[in-house]
């Protein structure tokens, strides 16, 4: 019994022995697994702030490579539109819709308008937001940018203005200006020949908020983290607390929270994000979106560097409450204090379970990353499309646009470069100028290449080309393309095929050459003609003082003397009319200038067989004119008639004011042939003329045209073709003149 007593209390002992050592070792476990989850959750949570930092890196870097490239972009429709003729000559027609068609692919971008200030600087050419143009008078020239561009050393440069808020136009909005001076250097065949002046200078005002929302915005890091931006000097570009928005970065907290110290943050912007460099940290904040409350946070910061703006950088950071990681690694923590508090063999499914569960938590941040991942490949699909869009731009381009490099090795070109060469672009990327053009050409065009790399600066020039023994006329800008480092690393050739345009000047050379040479013969034999007409009239008058008054030879020489009077002042009619005056009139007698103009052709209507009726209006007010260039404009309008009565015919010719016009208008009504319906819209045109070979040049009307619309007059004209209607046929031409009032003093240009 003895020995049975002492073998269960052995047995129990050995069993209380074991119960306490399995204790102890269960102790010892917990308090193990206690002080290693202890040290796992602060492990958790660095790797899971780093990582989460790091994510917060990469938003960060993807908003600011958003903000360079629409910053590059506005920069390159900046660039382009400056090169439209429409700006640089500032066309009528045209110059409002070429910047409409701009602002539409900007404006989402943030520019509010488009401004284009003149040479004088006191008129602005604007389009607005909405698409509404309009001119503004002002003393435009003493703003910043407008003196900047006037200095000849900033050609082809862009000015960059400081942020502002405080704007009349645009109230409560962050404006910022980009200005490039505009000279005449581009051509078209309304101004084949570039003069190289200042034009003016093209404004772009961008809304700097609108621009940096467009890329930060939609950033959300983790549950309720995001974006914010600050410029190079501290100053809130975008907040999602809209005051913070025009403040500077480091005043605002402290006026919000005055009590909290925001040290750590402060020295992050001014050691770090302020001096344009990257990387994350964390920093003590007094609120996160509408909770106000002391806390951590995650931040990651990204620099904003436009290649095409290297004067002035931005600072992009994504934010997050370090919460939101502590409330992760907590719900961790908390479940393995539950499965250590259980008995020895959950340990076993604990441990399975938390295996389980950091199982389930890797793939539920590899699915975080991976949706991180798909959000920022959809914005790199946006920006690629963007980028297409821009290459549809160029390759839609009736110009050719390449790029080559310092040997003239063609690295890029647009459909239209390709079309010229009859080859695809794939065929013709890596070949030199060499392979293309005749060796001259090759030569011409990579010393002009040469030039661009030496200077670094713009070349517009028009040269002759040769292509498969054809030879054209190009009119080229090539432009400087830099690297980071700002050294030249290609060239961007823009080039247009002008060929017809300079076969026309050439012709209009000719013909004007030709004109010129026909009125200085004309002029010389009417003045030749002056002398045997002097001596006809001197020795008829010799034979009437000798022959008696009442005979019939006595009634010829009269005749004759009265006859060759008459050839003498149709001879100083035509000296007269051919003389150009000395001093150029700003107004002038319409009247009187009819009337010189008929007497030089008064005897050629006898011999034309026409009638003139004239119905000049007494006592008319002077027109805004020269005397000689109208009586140009009135003598082709009356030969025109001439030729248009061939068998003879009615030519009236009447003048009248429209009071409420205040104009003069002066009609020439022949009863002639009329003109044809497809000529009608060509009349105009220079050289176009139904006339045959050697009677006429096709440049009267045009010139007339030009004439009447430089003194800001018009002409219109009715007409009748004698197949439409023989017994009303006939052409009536109007030409009005604004009148000049006695006390004003207009000048002509």
């Not at 790091?54 to 660039?79: H, P, T």
């Not at 004011?657 to 003069?664: A, D, G």
């Not at 042939?673 to 440049?699: C, M, Q, S």
């Amino acid at each position: 019994m003895k020995k049975e007593k002492i073998y269960f209390a052995e047995k129990y002992y050995n069993i209380r022995k074991v119960i306490l050592f399995v204790g102890i070792f269960v102790m010892v476990l917990l308090m193990v697994a206690f002080c290693m989850s202890m040290f796992s959750a602060g492990q958790m949570k660095e790797i899971i702030s780093e990582d989460f930092n790091q994510q917060q890196l990469v938003l960060a870097k993807y908003a600011a490579n958003r903000m360079e490239n629409s910053l590059d972009f506005i920069k390159r429709e900046l660039l382009l539109l400056n090169l439209s003729p429409s700006i640089q000559y500032l066309e009528k027609v045209s110059w409002a819709s070429r910047m409409n068609t701009t602002l539409s692919a900007v404006k989402d971008d943030g520019v509010l308008e488009i401004k284009f200030i003149d040479h004088n600087g006191k008129t602005a050419y604007i389009v607005d937001k909405r698409g509404i143009s309009h001119v503004v008078q002002g003393h435009f020239a003493d703003t910043d940018y407008y003196k900047w561009a006037g200095l000849k050393k900033n050609e082809n440069r862009i000015y960059v203005s400081e942020i502002t808020k405080e704007s009349r136009q645009y109230p409560e909005k962050l404006v910022m200006i980009l200005a490039t001076p505009t000279y005449e250097q581009s051509v078209d065949e309304a101004y084949p020949v570039a003069t190289g002046n200042l034009s003016g200078v093209l404004i772009f005002m961008i809304d700097v908020t609108c621009l940096v929302e467009k890329a930060v915005k939609l950033i959300k890091s983790g549950k309720t983290g995001y974006a914010w931006v600050i410029d190079s000097k501290g100053v809130f570009l975008y907040h999602p607390q809209r005051e913070f928005i025009g403040d500077n970065a480091f005043n605002a907290r402290a006026m919000k929270k005055p009590k909290i110290s925001f040290s750590q943050i402060n020295m992050i912007q001014k050691e770090k994000m302020l001096e344009g460099k990257e990387g994350t940290g964390h920093y003590t904040s007094g609120w996160h979106r509408s909770v106000e409350i002391e806390m951590e946070k995650l931040i990651a910061y990204a620099p904003v560097y436009p290649r095409a703006y290297p004067q002035f950088f931005w600072s992009v950071a994504v934010v997050a409450p370090l919460s939101e990681i502590e409330e992760s690694v907590h719900l961790v923590f908390i479940r393995q204090l539950y499965i250590q508090g259980s008995i020895l063999l959950a340990i076993i499914f604990g441990s399975i379970y938390v295996i389980n569960f950091e199982q389930r938590w890797s793939r539920t941040l590899e699915a975080e990353v991976m949706k991180k991942t798909d959000d920022l490949k959809n914005s790199l699909e946006e920006l690629k499309k963007s980028e297409e869009q821009y290459k549809i731009l160029v390759e839609s381009a009736d110009d050719l646009i390449f790029t080559v490099d310092e040997e003239a090795k063609f690295l890029s070109m647009n459909r239209c470069t390709a079309d010229f060469f009859g080859e695809r672009s794939d065929n013709l990327i890596g070949k030199t100028m060499s392979d293309l053009f005749s060796f001259q050409s090759a030569q011409l065009q990579m010393g002009f290449i040469k030039q661009v790399f030496d200077t670094e600066r713009n070349v517009n020039i028009k040269y002759p080309v040769e292509v498969g023994n054809r030879e054209y006329w190009f009119s080229s800008n090539l432009v400087p393309l830099k690297d980071e480092e700002g050294k030249v690393f290609a060239v961007l050739g823009l080039s247009r095929d002008i060929t017809e345009t300079k076969k026309l000047e050439e012709e209009q050379m000719y013909n004007t050459e030709r004109l010129a040479s026909l009125g200085t013969l004309s002029a010389g034999v009417a003045h030749e003609l002056n002398n045997p007409i002097a001596v006809i009239v001197g020795f008829s008058e010799l034979l009437l003082e000798k022959m008696e008054s009442d005979s019939k030879s006595h009634e010829i020489l009269k005749t004759i003397d009265r006859q060759a009077l008459n050839c003498k002042k149709i001879v100083e009619s035509i000296l007269s009319y051919a003389r150009r005056p000395e001093t150029i009139e700003y107004s002038a007698d319409v009247n009187e200038n009819i009337e010189k103009v008929i007497s030089v052709v008064e005897n050629i209507l006898v011999t034309k067989k026409i009638t003139l009726k004239k119905h000049l209006t007494k006592d008319l007010p002077k027109v805004r004119g020269d005397s000689g260039y109208l009586q140009q404009v009135f003598m082709n309008f009356i030969t025109n008639a001439f030729g248009a009565m061939k068998g003879g015919g009615i030519l009236n010719i009447s003048t009248n004011l429209n009071s409420s016009e205040n104009k003069i208008e002066i009609l020439f009504k022949d009863t002639g042939r009329g003109i044809k319906r497809e000529y009608r819209n060509k009349i105009f045109d220079a050289f176009f003329t139904t006339k045959k070979v050697g009677e006429g040049t096709g440049l009267g009307l045009s010139v007339s045209y030009g004439i009447i619309k430089k003194y800001g007059g018009d002409i219109i004209f009715n007409t009748v073709a004698e197949e439409e209607d023989m017994a009303s046929k006939g052409t009536t031409f109007t030409v009005s003149l604004p009148v000049v009032h006695p006390d004003s003093k207009q000048q002509t240009d």
